[in-house]
């Protein structure tokens, strides 16, 4: 990687690793993160770990992997206003395109540009650099994001304008959440026919009825049941960042909608 300083914020349980594979490819990156054990091992794998957001102030690039727009209102924009003009910004952040491009307008009024980079994938995914990211914004700011983002993913995959990569993932999140639900009450289903879980999914897997859901359903070794618990918290929030995108462009999405209510989540939480 080249010697431009690369700060990144958001090292969660998906940032941690991604700032980890940055660092191991060579990259000059610094991290603000507050809990303790993620700052030692960010220092053991050679990030550089800094005290405060504002400490950030004076990078090339800016990276962020936030959990919600809230998030990003709070922790992000007064970041941006501090940044250099010249800087690139960007967010795996999966939340409403409207935030970002409010984000956006404020940036460039200090000549900073911003990329919205969703990703799919898990921890595991960045840690093994297979990461799928989608990438909106400015040619010449995703030329730069898609560099900085290469040592965890593989896949690079450009949608267009600012927003539209949030657009995408939110529409695939929807698709997932429907698969996923529907992949649950299958696997009830066989379970009431005395067939056993992992065979049943073995089938899918290897079957037209097989999707992503049933791989990672497959992959986490837990029955499904149990699986299944963690992925509300991630999921509603998807469900309701598509639905309010979709009402402010006038995007009937409705079927899709529905569809991620056929099964045993609740992803609709009041």
């Known amino acids: 990687m080249n010697e431009r300083h690369i700060g990144f914020i958001g090292a969660g349980q998906i940032g941690e690793p991604m700032a980890l594979q940055i660092a191991g490819a060579g990259g000059r990156i610094s991290v603000y993160a507050r809990r303790p054990d993620v700052r030692e091992r960010l220092e053991s794998g050679g990030v550089r770990v800094v005290d405060s957001v504002d400490a950030l102030s004076d990078v090339d690039i800016l990276g962020s992997c936030l959990f919600s727009d809230a998030q990003l209102a709070e922790v992000l924009s007064p970041l ?37 980079a969703p990703f799919s994938g898990q921890a595991e995914t960045v840690r093994a650099g297979q990461l799928t990211v989608m990438l909106g914004g400015d ?14 993913a593989s ?22 959440a429907a698969c996923s639900q529907l992949t649950l009450s299958a696997v009830s289903s066989a379970a009431a026919l005395g067939i056993e879980e992992s065979d049943f999914l073995r089938v899918l897997q290897a079957s037209s009825g097989g999707s992503a859901a049933a791989g990672y359903i497959a992959a986490a070794q837990v029955p499904a049941a149990e699986f299944s618990k963690g992925l509300p918290r991630y999921l509603s929030k998807d469900v309701v960042a598509a639905t309010a995108v979709a009402k402010d462009i006038g995007l009937d999405i409705e079927a899709l909608v529905e569809a991620t209510r056929l099964g045993p989540m609740d992803l609709h939480p009041i």
């Open 155 to 176: 896949t690079v995959l450009r949608t267009g304008a600012l927003g539209s990569a949030l657009a995408t993932k939110l529409l695939n999140n929807l698709l997932f």
């Open 80 to 116: 941006v206003a501090q940044l250099r003009s010249g800087t690139v910004v960007y967010s795996h952040t999966t939340g409403s395109p409207s935030v970002l491009e409010k984000l956006s307008a404020s940036a460039e009024r200090c000549g900073v540009a911003v990329v919205d």
């Open 139 to 152: 040619d010449a700011a995703v030329d730069v994001v898609a560099h900085v983002v290469a040592p965890y």
